[in-house]
């Protein structure tokens, strides 16, 4: 129990399935409502700033296709996160990850240009998952036999890789025709992704989605899946029974970068076709408040992928009229905010219980 | 008794969701009175407690103190109105001083202590009370005795003219036991109300001036001392009559299982904590460790369980030395372990019965196939878990979490003993647990002897050693201070073993 002032929260004492759809719920009201304000405030129609949303995010085929385009590096982020978390591990380094992915998948595409596509793709996508593995190996290692946080280690990580990518765009694989723009040269079409038509949506969606059927598959019906689901609920029964904790640490941090280390193989091949400083708009980070919006389950994640990717087209539809790009960031800012915190809210309930004296400190209770 | 009571509940109703815990509970407490609440686990007798401490509020009913009807909206209105309790764990800041602990909290300046009147202040409490203990001690230098006796100055301290102790022997040696109802004699005599929670049958009769039974929530009696013996106290607890002490029938002894030669361990914090101990249990035999809480007897279970280095020594399972710190060896060997801690390290609160019943199962067919868990022999398991130890769980899928502490048990039993396991390490297995849940636990242990296992039964209730056990040795301060046959202890014997005296 925690008290600010009269506001007392607390856990809900049976945690309720109704309750936590119906916070849910409320709480996409309420963000909405929230926002509208903020328009209305700015001197924009709420309505037709949210038809103008909606539209681009939902309306028509094409629509839907750059909603699906925006979730697809979400959802191997947010299940990296996510399938971490699942053993209290917290993987902050996804971002990183994805570029060493990136990197990985994109020298596969230069050293083997003309291999057949059927062969390559699928080579570049092991090859993403192997480099962002590689990266999130040491934190496990770390982990698992010092104790070292894989919060900092990650975290630390995005930064060298990150660099190491700037480094490479600006060095060995500068593209010479690029006219000094860091990029590096063009991928050959075998190296690419199939996409759906005449959309931007890629067989990269397809893949995520498969990652998503694969780490729930793995959670639900495998022996490891299964340790990992007991140590991360209680690590002195995972002792009892006889799990190998150190090992399991390393295997979920490689699990976890690898998954990250596809959304870079997918963004390099499905969207940017070459690789540069700026294939992610920090999907990494952003797939944390994925892995949480989602409650850190497969299926979950990849709503809250979509959701999420719908509210990023639907604001880049925004910022073309004549609403600033700034209310549209404080729109998404609010909406996200009061998403998490609806979690909460499905979790504990916030009660009005004003104290007779002021001074006292509540008793402690269990 | 006569007069207006100190303490009136009437007519008390608590709900849970699913469950009534109170339903229409009256209680009466008088100055100058030791009253025993009684009652199996589940009968109400925390909620009721908490109802009373300000915890929870009643949904219906009232209190009155003084024979005004009061309303606690928390823990402190309580204590102001004179009600205090006595947790079955400690609340104290184990690095500050008796002194410092008891003023904690409670009408202090907000920078200065007051340190020396807080001494004093102290002190004189103890000594009014009979209750010794060095008020510039720091708590963690204390025994759980001396922890024990803190708790209950502190609410003192505060006033407290209804004192509650839940399950305040629990921890104790029978001398401290002993010296703790002497002190719940000087408070009554005091003019205080002392309400005993327990279980403990002859605890009651010794201590108790009137006992309120309760059974599901309800009054099944009230009883002033000597109207009632044992038997019918039990018979009115459970609803029914209950086999109280079973001595132990001889069973028919095989070869040495489970061997431990020259042991020595370190504790969690590297302190030594076992230090040569040697014993032999044969199939079918139960060998008991009595012996107070912290000597030992955690690092015991965990060496032989696999889950703690040895320093030196040597644990065997049928001949066969178990190999380094491996639970997993220790559970191939056929060591199943029952933990002292059930939710903490026997089950997963947060997962399933169904995932919960594979916790040892999951590496080996049917459950275990290759890489994967087959969710349908899984469920298969569980389900026979629950039919067989009659587990009532909301559903396989539900956390167990929810299940009360006498099902965790049961469903932990059932796993442990489904393999036919050759040695049984069961660490107060019937710890918090009602009479019913106790029958359970000893028959199931009584089952697996004749079966053939080795057990070794760890517990601080001495009562439930001799009642299953043959020997009996006591671990005091990391050295087994004696083996002795069943037909040769005495309690007196072992309380003294127990508290460190040599015979």
Redesign the interface.
């Known amino acids: 129990m925690r008290r600010i002032g009269p506001i007392v929260v607390e856990p809900r004492?049976?945690a309720s399935r109704l309750a936590s759809v119906l916070a849910r719920l409320a709480a996409i009201a309420l963000a909405l409502g929230l926002g509208a304000l903020i328009l209305e405030a700015g001197g924009y129609s709420a309505r037709d700033s949210y038809r103008t949303m909606w539209d681009a995010a939902f309306a028509n085929r094409d629509a839907l296709a750059e909603t699906l385009v925006a979730a697809t590096p979400l959802i191997f982020t947010g299940l990296a996160v996510a399938f971490a978390a699942r053993m209290l591990l917290w993987n902050i380094g996804a971002e990183g990850q994805l570029f060493l992915g990136a990197a990985a998948a994109s020298w596969l595409a230069f050293s083997f240009p003309d291999a057949p596509r059927g062969l390559l793709l699928p080579a570049m996508v092991v090859a993403g998952a192997m480099g962002g593995a590689a990266w999130a190996a040491g934190p496990g290692v770390l982990r698992a036999t010092l104790g070292v946080s894989e919060i900092v280690t990650t975290l630390m990580l995005n930064f060298v890789a990150i660099l190491l990518v700037d480094y490479l765009v600006h060095g060995p694989w500068r593209d010479p025709d690029s006219s000094g723009f860091p990029l590096s040269k063009p991928f050959s079409p075998s190296a690419i992704l199939p996409s759906f038509g005449d959309t931007r949506l890629h067989a990269g969606f397809l893949i995520a989605l498969g990652a998503a059927v694969v780490v729930w598959a793995l959670l639900?019906?495998?022996?490891?899946?299964?340790e990992v689901?007991?140590i991360g609920?209680?690590q002195?029964?995972a002792?009892?029974?006889?799990?190998?904790l150190r090992r399991n640490i390393v295997v979920v941090m490689l699990v976890s970068g690898g998954l990250a280390g596809i959304a870079g193989m997918s963004e390099v091949s499905g969207i940017v076709f070459r690789i540069q400083p700026d294939i992610s708009a920090g999907f990494g980070y952003t797939g944390i408040i994925v892995a949480t919006l989602g409650r850190f389950s497969a299926p979950g994640v990849v709503v809250a992928a979509v959701l999420f990717g719908a509210l990023q087209v639907g604001g880049y539809a925004l910022q073309t009229t004549e609403v600033p790009p700034s209310i549209v960031q404080v729109l998404q800012g609010a909406i996200l905010f009061i998403a998490v915190g609806a979690e909460m809210l499905a979790r504990y309930r916030v009660r009005w219980?004003p104290?007779?004296?002021p001074a006292?400190?509540?008793?402690?209770?269990t | 008794m006569s007069g207006t009571p100190l303490v009136e509940l009437r007519g008390i109703v608590k709900r849970f969701p699913g469950l009534v815990a109170n339903d229409g509970v009256d209680l009466e407490l008088q100055a100058g009175e030791v009253h025993a609440l009684l009652g199996e686990n589940g009968a109400g007798k925390t909620t009721l407690m908490n109802v009373l401490t300000g915890l929870y509020r009643p949904d219906e009913g009232e209190i009155l103190v003084d024979g005004r009807p009061v309303s606690f909206r928390a823990p402190r209105h309580a204590i102001e109105s004179g009600i205090g309790m006595v947790h079955q764990h400690f609340r104290l800041v184990e690095s500050l001083t008796v002194a410092e602990n008891v003023l904690l909290g409670w009408h202090t300046p907000r920078v200065w202590l007051g340190r020396k009147a807080g001494i004093r202040q102290v002190a004189e409490l103890a000594e009014r009370y009979r209750m010794q203990v060095h008020p510039e001690a720091r708590v963690w230098q204390l025994s759980v005795g001396e922890q024990q006796r803190v708790e209950i100055l502190k609410a003192l301290y505060r006033g407290a003219r209804v004192l509650i102790l839940d399950e305040p022997s629990a921890v104790l040696t029978p001398q401290e036991a002993d010296t703790l109802f002497e002190a719940v004699r000087e408070m009554a005599v005091r003019g205080e109300a002392v309400v005993v929670i327990t279980h403990k049958l002859d605890e009651v009769q010794a201590v108790a001036d009137r006992i309120t039974v309760l059974r599901r929530g309800r009054n099944v009696g009230v009883a002033t001392r000597g109207e009632l013996d044992s038997r019918a106290l039990a018979l009115l607890m459970v609803g029914r009559d209950v086999s109280l002490e079973t001595a132990p029938a001889p069973v028919e002894q095989g070869e040495v299982t489970l061997r431990v030669q020259g042991a020595s361990a370190r504790s969690d914090r590297g302190l030594p904590a076992l230090a040569d101990v040697s014993f032999d249990v044969r199939a079918g035999q139960v060998f008991g460790i009595a012996g107070v809480a912290g000597n030992g007897q955690r690092e015991l279970a965990e060496i032989v369980t696999g889950l703690r280095p040895l320093d030196a020594g040597v644990v065997e399972v049928a001949g066969q030395p178990l190999r380094g710190a491996s639970a997993r060896a220790a559970i191939d060997a056929g060591v199943a372990h029952i933990p002292e801690d059930r939710l903490g390290s026997g089950l997963v609160a947060g997962l399933s019965t169904t995932d919960n019943a594979i916790l040892k199962a999951y590496r080996r067919p049917p459950v275990g196939r290759g890489p994967l868990v087959d969710r349908r022999a899984a469920r298969a398991l569980a389900e026979r878990f629950l039919a067989a130890f009659e587990v009532s769980a909301v559903s396989p899928d539900a956390p167990v979490r929810l299940m009360s502490g006498g099902n965790l048990q049961r469903l932990l039993l059932a796993r442990e003993t489904a393999e036919r396991p050759k040695v049984i390490v069961a660490v107060h297995p019937t710890r918090g647990l009602d009479v019913g849940g106790t029958e359970t636990v000893r028959r199931v242990l009584r089952e697996q002897q004749e079966a053939g296992a080795a057990i070794l039964l760890i517990s601080e209730d001495l009562d439930e050693v001799l009642a299953l056990s043959d020997p009996v040795g006591v671990l005091h301060d990391g050295r087994l201070a004696g083996i002795v046959p069943r037909d040769r202890c005495d309690v007196e014997e072992l309380g003294l073993l127990m508290g460190g005296a040599t015979p």
């Not at chain 1, 006292?360 to 209770?365: G, L």
């Open positions: 004492p049976a639900r019906s495998t022996r490891f899946g299964y689901r007991v609920e209680s002195p029964a002792r009892y029974a006889g799990m190998p219980r104290r007779r004296e006292a400190v509540a008793e402690e209770t």
